[in-house]
């Protein structure tokens, strides 16, 4: 059924009912100026599909609370609501063309789906919410614009939502229900339009306040696809669910996530302490440049810092650089994990179970690097010191991961507390520029209270075929070998 309104004010009355065994969709087309107005509802007719679409530049204002049809397809004009649902109460909304105006109503549907030529608004000063509860994992390129908040959740099964709008500019919060997945295909800068709206307020990622319930097989993830920045906050809630926040695997270059987390925001919690995992996808470098904190949490009627902590996962590069206080200490298990603040690791130190812990600040925890893990100087491509004021324990099978540039070599310095090695852990060198010197420290420990290794506790590993090691006083050094042409001098 294809009605036709072209000019003025129409209003029906009754119930529509849409969708007979014969007739699967009615389309309303109202040209420019024309209104109309249901207040009746709008209901299916037995089985049958009861698709609504609006075609035209015209109005159709709804006045219903209770829609009954299985979906509304907006192709053009304006969708309003007047009161309560606005005809998408629990049904998906299309829109290729067009704009719903949510007009002071919260709204849900059951996905939400659309075109940059599309727009769901809220003009009026009513702060109200657009829940959207997916049925599938979806594609969002709807403009998304005026006074509302949204919330991102599904009908019981974890989804992958993919925003690719960078100019929202809802004013509103936004809010992830624990086991969705949100992927930024655009920027996100706070106070700027981004896929995140305008809000100033954090991003709410999962349950926050719970006594650690959900699955902890389910992942709240927020995403980089590409070089992009997210200026917004995150409150990271107390259910079991993982909290992520990084890149997806098929990103390329450098992410920056520059607002505060906050671990395990919520009133209660009692069990394992929630915690933040940072992923990355090999070919991705993701900066994290606010603070990482906990939060202060109630356990029965006293208060509690909760001691979450932070995981490195995937195979590319973090690098950490705010003001962090989070307690319950770092943990790499994969990839490489960059402190490049004198806080970055906060103060709980660090173990690397796999994967690699580099950068150029002082870290205040001790650290611990495991089997098949390794520890380095420096940047991703740039010879850099390392400082440990607490302590290093290398065990037997770990690695010293070594650039050269130049006059410069990374070195890890152990400033204070103990150095203990269990042989061997092999030195593996990257020449980055040719060595200028005859030699270079790698390991200091002149600073440690105790721990002296010997020289067989270390071996040579890959790219060391021409480089000798060798302990001078409470250090190892590199020293490379003589090569034709070249004249080193061994001091």
Known sequence: MTTTYASGTSTIAGTLRVGTTDQTATCWVIAEGGTLRVDGAIARYGSGGGATRKEGDGTLELNTGTSKVNALIINGGTVRAINGCGGVDAIPLTLTKGTYDMNGNSIKTLSLSGTTQSRVVNNEATDVVLTCEFQGNQTIGTYLSGNFRVNYTHNGTSRVLTLTNPTNDYTGSTTIKDGNTLVLQADSPLGAPGCLGLSASAVIMGEQ????GGSSAQKTSVLSDGPYIVGQSFDLGTHKPFKQLGATAG????????GNIRVGAGSAYNGDNPHLYIVAGADAVVNFTGNITNTLGKIGTSGAVRNGKVFMLG?????LSGDNTYKGGTIVSNGTLI???????STAGATVARGVLGGTATVLGAVSVESGAALTGGEVDGAGTLTLNSGLTLDSGSKLLIQVEGASADCVLVAGGTLAVTSPVTVDVDILADPTLSKYPILDWSGSASGAPALTDFEVGAG?????????GSALYLRPRKSAGTVIILE
Not at 209 to 212: A, H, L, T, V, W
Not at 251 to 258: D, H, K, N, R, Y
Not at 315 to 319: F, L, Y
């Open 209 to 212: 306040s719970g006594n650690g």
């Open 251 to 258: 990103q390329v270059g450098t992410s920056t996530f520059s």
């Open 315 to 319: 195979e590319g590069v973090a690098r």
């Open 339 to 345: 402190a490049a603040s004198p806080t970055a690791l």
């Open 464 to 472: 060391a075929e021409d480089y000798m090691l060798k302990i001078e």
